[in-house]
């Protein structure tokens, strides 16, 4: 499970109003290639939660470089590739192999296992 | 100058795509096409465009096209074939010329023995089977028994097109597939349908083996998904391909993506029922591409639980899957899907879910039965949903009630 997946998740357990970021943790974590495409993260950044994917880096110990804020489209920096090049990397090539992921309201966990968590709720959940 | 003139020779095959593939192709590349002649019936038609580079661009995508021709002569027989003029139409290069026919097979002798009565052919370059600098094609087409052409069409080859991408990931070649994988070249041409580019992020929220998401990555764009169904995405089970018994280590979707050489382009997937509420409810994905169950093949299929009069209705789960892509695309993002249809109850565009907030784009069937086809649907996100907006259909008789009427005796 990549970095951006989390970012995009939210508790779905029943009852729950701020489901988000779900907790993370995680027993195994890889470093796998993924081909760079400055548009496709330049136009990711609007969809991403910041604040949580810092975090999440963080927590993994990959949130070096990482800017504070989203950088802001439009703006020329002089090493605006390199920035897109580290989102990049925490984005889409931390790759958590095995671990947990967990309702930050219920505490309902749900496992990871060979990169593919399984999110899936009972009948009465 | 005359304006150069193109012949179009389709693969026959899902004649409701063809059409619809190059006009999207040519949409998504800001192509200007006019077309003539089209039809169901046969695999030709005549295309006119702003320049020769246009026609490289059409091939480059478009899996129906087998090839494209420039047209130096077109007649309505051989006789006049053979008695053209072929003014202004000259080359001393090596050459070949194919001979391609639809409606009758044409003998080799036959060929040869057309080719040396061309009167005025502007070829005086050496002839070379092998590795010719100019293929040229003679393209007849035969109306149901008739033993005379009613078009007969002379130009040289501009290009073939990338339909070897059908073969290169057949899905019986293929690492890992399942009962739900979906044909290869349906799967291109759906990636056509849906213009996914190079860059976009593409998800499928009924994944199974991934099968959808090999030509949008194929093409360049970022693919992921998820699906109810567990055992699917890892490969967990019995195998489906009859020298196999249980799947092995590799044989899963990430297998599958390593194999041809795509796993820099696929970013994962989870398990899920879709329309849970999983995701932020946010503008994610710039294309949805999928093949929901149709209550017939799936023995995991979750019933949904507001079964009214004990029939089984499948009009939610499309429902469902407009409102889950009104929220998760962006504006201008696409969503292309498979609605299984009762031909008999089938009455056009009206009959599809529909929403406010999206337009209909294309609408391509593929019949299976006299009674039962799918449509593939393509809709595009014009802007985002107002308050209290949801989709709806007008009567659901065509789909909603697939499942009974698919398995109905009559």
Redesign the interface.
Known sequence: ??L??HN???S?CKGVVNG?PLKLSSTQVEL????F?A??IT??LE?L?WGALVDAAGQLGVADGLPEMAPSSGKEEEDEEDVLRKIHHVL?EV?ITEGELECPETGRKFPI?????????NEDE | MKEKEYLVVFAHDFQDFRIPELLSVCEMKGVKIEIEGASNQHPYCFITVQQESDIHTILSRCVMIQFIVEVWEKCTSRKELCAASFTGYHSSTSFNILLHSFGRKVAMADKIELIEQIEHLPLDGTVNCVHPDQVYYICERYAPNTPTPDMVVFGPLVGRSDRNVVDRFAVKKRLYIGRTTMDAQLSFVMANLAKTE????VYDPFLGTGSLIIPPAYH?A?G?G?D?D?KA??GWGKSTKATEIEYQENQNI?GNMESYSL???Y???????FS?????D???FDVILTDPPYGIREASLKVNKDIKNSQFSLSEQFLELLNFAATHL?TGGRLAYWLPIIRDLYQGDVSLPQHPAFQLVYNCEQVFSRKSSRRLVVMLKTRERNEGETSFVVGDSAHGQYRDLYFAKN
């Open positions: 499970m990549k951006l997946t995009m998740m939210k779905h988000f796998k290639e993924v081909e495409n548009d496709f136009r990711m969809r939660e889409l790759e296992k060979n990169g593919i968590p399984d999110m899936r709720l | 190079r860059g976009e992020f360049g970022y992921m998820s109810i567990l995405l890892h990430a796993s820099n382009r970013l994962g997937c989870y398990s899920s029922d849970s509420g999983l995701l932020r946010t503008p994610l962006v």
